[in-house]
C-alpha cells in the first residue's frame, strides 16, 4: 500500500512538472511582457504589511469585517489597516490556512494538526489532529469548523473544542492533483470540488451527501489523461452554484437539488468568480473568460496574460481582478474584458486567492507580502 501511495505521489508530481499551466516556475518558462495600458483606472496601495514566507504552501488570508488574518513562517496575524494588532507564533508550519468568521481563527499542517485561535487575542483556544496532511484554509462558522485534508476527505469539528462531528470520506481516483481547493460554507450545505470532476454539497449538520453533480468525466488511455479535478474552490451565487474542472468542464448547478444547468468545455486549475450576469474562469492559458450564467454562452475572452501564470479572477465592483507570477494585480472590465488597470502589489508570484473587502482588493503573495490594493 505504501508503495501504491508512493508511486500515486510521485505521478502527482510529474503530472505538475508537466503541465507549464501548473508550474509557472519552469526554468524555461518565458513570462509575456504586459502591454501598456492607456488612459488606465487610477488604484492605490492603502497599506502594506509583511508576514512570513508561505514556503511550498498557498496561503489565503481571511477577511471579517476589515480585518485581515493571514499566515506565514508558523506565525498568524491579525491585521487592521496594515498594523499588527496581534501576532501569534505557533512553532509549527502552517500549510492550510486561514480561515475565519471573525471570531475564531483556524489553520492546518502538515502533519495533521488543526490549530483555532481566538480572533480577538490570538491566544490558542484549542489543537487537534486529522492524521493527514492540510493543504486548505478550514471553512469556518459559528456553527462548524470544516477542515479539508489533502485526502480530500471532509472533517466537521465543533468550534468550541475542536472535536470530531463527523467524517466525510468518497472514493478517489488513483491519481489527483495536489492542491489547496477549499471549501464553501453556506447557511444549509458545504460544497466542496473533489478529485473525478465531482461537486458535492453536503450536510453541515452530520456530513452526510445531500447531492453530487458532475463537473467532468474523466477521459483519455492513461490516468495522467483521466485526471479531471477540482483545484479550486467552488462559488456560489444568489441562483447557482458553479465550478470548474482541470482537464475537464465549467458547470454550474441548481442549488437546491443540484441539477445541471449548464457545462462548457474550458480547463481550469486556477478557479472562477459569478455575480449575477457572468461567470469568470481563468483557463490553463492564463486567459480570462466571461460565460453567460444563464447559459455559459461565451461573453468575452481576454488572453492578454497567457503565461503569466494568471490566478483566479474576482470580481470587484465594475471590474474583474487578476494577479499574475509577478506580483502584478490587473482590472479587467466586466462588460467586455478590455484591460483598464494594473498596479504592482509585490515581488513575488501571487498564487492565493485575491480576497475582496469594501472597495479594496487584499493579495498576500508567495514571500508574506499582505497589501490592500483601493480602485478609484
Excluded at 508537466?18 to 504586459?34: H, Q, R, V
Excluded at 502533519?111 to 485561535?117: F, H, P, T
Excluded at 506580483?327 to 484591460?339: A, I, Q
Aim: proline fraction near 4%; aromatic fraction near 6%; include cysteine.
Amino acid at each position: 500500500m505504501k508503495a501504491r501511495q508512493l508511486a500515486v505521489s510521485v505521478l502527482g508530481a510529474l503530472a505538475v512538472s508537466a503541465c507549464g499551466s501548473l508550474n509557472p516556475f519552469a526554468a524555461d518558462a518565458k513570462i509575456p511582457a504586459l502591454k501598456p495600458i492607456a488612459s488606465a483606472v487610477a488604484t492605490t496601495e492603502e497599506w502594506h504589511a509583511r508576514v512570513g514566507d508561505a514556503g511550498r504552501y498557498v496561503l489565503q488570508p481571511a477577511l471579517s469585517g476589515g480585518v485581515v488574518f493571514a499566515a506565514g513562517d508558523g506565525d498568524v496575524e491579525r491585521l487592521e489597516n496594515g498594523r499588527t494588532v496581534w501576532k501569534t507564533p505557533l512553532k509549527v508550519t502552517v500549510s492550510g490556512g486561514v480561515g475565519s468568521d471573525g471570531q475564531l481563527v483556524v489553520v492546518g499542517t502538515p502533519k495533521g494538526e488543526v490549530i483555532a485561535l481566538d480572533a480577538a487575542t490570538g491566544q490558542v483556544r484549542w489543537r487537534v489532529f486529522v492524521n493527514a496532511e492540510v493543504l486548505a484554509a478550514p471553512g469556518v462558522s459559528g456553527a462548524i469548523v470544516v477542515v479539508r485534508s489533502a485526502d480530500s476527505r471532509l472533517f466537521g469539528l465543533d468550534p468550541a473544542d475542536g472535536k470530531q462531528r463527523w467524517v466525510y470520506q468518497r472514493a478517489t481516483p488513483p491519481l489527483s492533483l495536489r492542491n489547496a481547493a477549499g471549501v464553501v460554507l453556506d447557511r444549509d450545505a458545504i460544497f466542496a470540488g473533489f478529485p473525478g470532476g465531482k461537486l458535492a454539497a453536503i450536510s453541515p449538520a452530520n456530513g452526510s451527501l445531500m447531492w453530487e453533480g458532475t463537473v467532468a468525466i474523466p477521459r483519455g488511455a492513461t490516468e495522467l489523461e483521466r485526471m479531471a479535478d477540482i483545484t479550486s474552490t467552488p462559488v456560489i451565487g444568489s441562483r447557482a452554484t458553479c465550478a470548474v474542472a482541470f482537464q475537464g468542464r465549467v458547470a454550474c448547478f441548481d442549488m437546491s437539488n443540484g441539477t445541471t444547468l449548464w457545462t462548457r468545455d474550458l480547463s481550469s486549475s486556477k478557479g472562477l468568480d459569478l455575480d449575477e450576469r457572468h461567470v469568470f474562469v481563468t483557463d490553463e492559458k492564463g486567459a480570462v473568460h466571461a460565460l453567460d450564467i444563464a447559459s455559459g454562452a461565451s461573453a468575452w475572452k481576454q488572453d492578454q496574460f497567457a503565461g503569466r501564470g494568471t490566478g483566479r479572477p474576482k470580481v470587484a465592483g465594475d471590474y474583474v481582478v487578476v494577479g499574475d507570477v509577478e506580483g502584478y494585480v490587473h482590472l479587467l472590465r466586466k462588460d467586455d474584458g478590455s484591460v483598464v488597470g494594473r498596479r504592482r502589489a509585490a515581488s513575488a508570484p501571487i498564487l492565493a486567492d485575491l480576497s475582496r473587502s469594501s472597495g479594496s482588493i487584499v493579495v498576500q503573495a508567495r514571500d508574506g507580502s499582505v497589501s490592500a490594493i483601493g480602485v478609484e
